[in-house]
Nanobody, 123 residues
């Protein structure tokens, strides 16, 4: 079992930055992990993923603006979001896979999820 707790969401103006954190506890072997987002009325979509080997992938819509990283010593996953746009507004979730998976872009591939943190970007 893995427990995931996201934090760092909030409200910012377009062009601003936020850093999301996802603290993992339980069986914290460095599994593949990812950040997803879900806007009202839309499906959950992959934003950025990182494999257990540290290989990253990003949605085209966030390339060059978002960075994903993981601190294995702190069992924490991060998402640095810069140059935020109104269309980035969504609930952001981190997920963990109980094994190796890359690029792991589909929600069904994830075994554990956090409760989510809201990101709102105003124009």
């Amino acid at each position: 079992q893995v427990q995931l707790v996201e934090s760092g969401g909030g409200s910012v103006q377009a062009g601003g930055s936020l850093r999301l954190s996802c603290a993992a506890s339980g069986n914290t072997y460095p599994h593949s992990m990812g950040w997803f987002r879900q806007a009202p009325g839309k499906e959950r979509e992959a934003v950025a993923t990182i494999s257990s080997h540290g290989t990253t992938s990003f949605a085209d819509s966030v390339k060059g603006r978002f960075t994903i990283s993981k601190d294995n010593a702190k069992n924490t996953l991060y998402l640095q979001m810069n140059s935020l746009k109104p269309e980035d507004t969504a609930m952001y979730y981190c997920g963990s896979v109980g094994g190796y998976c890359y690029p792991c872009l589909f929600p069904g591939q994830y075994d554990y999820w956090g409760q989510g943190t809201q990101v709102t970007v105003s124009s």
